[in-house]
């Protein structure tokens, strides 16, 4: 089975801090992907990556970094959060561009 | 850029009934489309998909259609269940390469 770990299941943060989503995959997918779920908005892409070092914007990038290593390891990065970053993250690898493989989910608050 | 459409944004079926979910998409070029489901507290999940060489697919009780042309796809759901209660996403893609973008999702409700 495909196991995708993001590190965080709950974190509240102040406006202003930085803020560091970790996700970990562990079947050896070249790419990976951090959405971001709300409520009406579905799951909107963030970042992508499809292979170490590279990162591709997805549709709302703004506000948000990511770094990815190693290949098994692809993280999120809010510089300064800020309160309209409240928000369920959720990270996912895919073997190729198909199946989707996503992890638990993260829920930032951002106080 | 690609819009993904979803109707309706809330369904509640008894449960034994069918469910039908609509997408529309925006990109001519999307040729790839899947379902997820995703239960309360839990992470998505790929239930079905269709290629765009195919017009429809079958899996028990699910099936999905696509209509080219038309530029939209449905979700069938027959017998439902309770379990069929989740909130289902659809999303549409193009060729080896690129992204997924996902409708806002269906809140299915299946009631005994």
């Known amino acids: 089975d495909v196991k995708v770990t993001q590190s965080s299941r709950y974190l509240v943060k102040r406006t202003g801090e930085k803020v560091f989503l970790e996700c970990v995959q562990d079947?050896?997918?070249?790419?990976m992907f951090w959405y971001r779920q709300d409520p009406g908005l579905g799951l909107r892409l963030i970042y992508f990556s499809y292979d170490v070092k590279m990162k591709e914007k997805g549709d709302i990038p703004e506000g948000y970094s990511v770094s990815r290593e190693k290949k098994e390891r692809f993280s999120l990065i809010l510089e300064s959060a800020s309160t309209n970053q409240t928000s369920m993250y959720l990270c996912?690898?895919?073997?190729?561009?198909?199946?989707?493989?996503f992890g638990e989910g993260s829920r930032l608050t951002v106080l | 850029g690609e819009n993904v459409e979803q109707h309706p944004s809330t369904l509640s079926v008894q449960e034994g009934d069918s469910a039908v979910i609509k997408c529309t998409y925006s990109d001519s070029a999307s040729n790839y489309f899947p379902w997820y489901k995703q239960e309360l507290g839990k992470r998505p999940q790929l239930i079905i998909d269709i290629r765009s060489n195919v017009g429809e697919k079958k899996d028990q009780r699910i099936a999905v259609t696509l209509n080219k042309t038309a530029k939209h796809f449905s979700l069938h759901i027959t017998e439902t269940q309770p379990e069929d209660s989740a909130v289902y996403f659809c999303?549409?893609?193009?060729?080896?390469?690129?992204?997924?973008?996902f409708g806002p999702g269906t809140r299915l409700s299946v009631l005994p």
């Open positions: 996912a690898s895919s073997l190729s561009t198909r199946e989707l493989f």
């Open positions: 079947m050896d997918h070249e790419n």
């Open positions: 999303a549409a893609s193009k060729s080896y390469g690129q992204n997924f973008v």
